[in-house]
């Protein structure tokens, strides 16, 4: 009898301690008046996997369920300028000064950063492999070598780092050989595939395609391909229906060591090495 007694009372105490730690944790998600909140960011950003892992986490983590509209920089930052975000993740550091400068944006949060690369056909016509040179030199031989290259050509972070490469190499291109796709990064590396061609990409999206293209990384971690990624909450003061409250939440999240160490780790399964590096620095 003693011993059902004591087992009893250990199955008892263990029921209440697990009560108890289910019932911490569901404290600890905020009560938000409204938990939706619309995130605007790059094509780049999204097509590496890294916010559809994510996503999930936040909403566990904190009850916040987030909109994810997916375009090119551009196109994320006129989103919210139309009052048609909560918040940006984006890597156009012109733009977003701009954004911030005119009252659409709180302030920059830089996240992380990884590096633009230069892909191309495996037997590289142009010979940049192994060449060592700048990203904007290696562009300049590219087009001396009249080889296809494929632009995104639609005002994203990519096409508006693409542009300032091209004016460091002062050449204006044009031709049959320059391919303006007017698409997201996705569909310019399929495309860049099918033409054997080159392009300029971020790193995270092409490791995340490169079983299914033939194309291989020829130009990278040149000082001149850093790919920042920066988070700007739209300020209330200019649209007022701005979700403060959530978005307050999302970055105090997003920020958090926990949060950081899970992109700092993001692609080390799969590819071998991380996709974003972290530079956040908390105030």
Known sequence: MRFHFVKRGFLVVTLFVLLLSLSAC????????????TLSTTTSLNDSGLLEYLNPLLEKETGIKMDILSQGTGAAIQTAMDGNADVIFVHSKTAEETFVKDGYGVERIEIMYNYFVIVGPSDDPAGLKDSGLKASDALAKIYAASQTFVSRGDDSGTHKKEL??????????????????????GDVLTMTDEMQGYTLTDKATFLSMKDNLDLEILIEESPDLLNQYTVIVVDSAKWPDTNTEAVDV???????????????DFGVDEYGEPLFFINFKAE
Do not use: C, H, Q
Not at 26 to 37: G, M, R, T, W, Y
Not at 164 to 185: E, F, H, N, Q, R
Not at 255 to 264: E, F, M, N, P, V
């Open 26 to 37: 569901a404290a600890k998600l905020p009560n938000l008046d409204d938990p939706n909140i």
């Open 164 to 185: 300032a490469l091209w004016k460091t190499a002062a050449i204006t291109p044009t031709g049959d050989k320059y391919v303006s796709a007017g698409k997201g990064m």
């Open 250 to 264: 999302f970055i105090k999240w997003l920020t958090s060591k926990k949060t950081l160490d899970r992109i700092a």
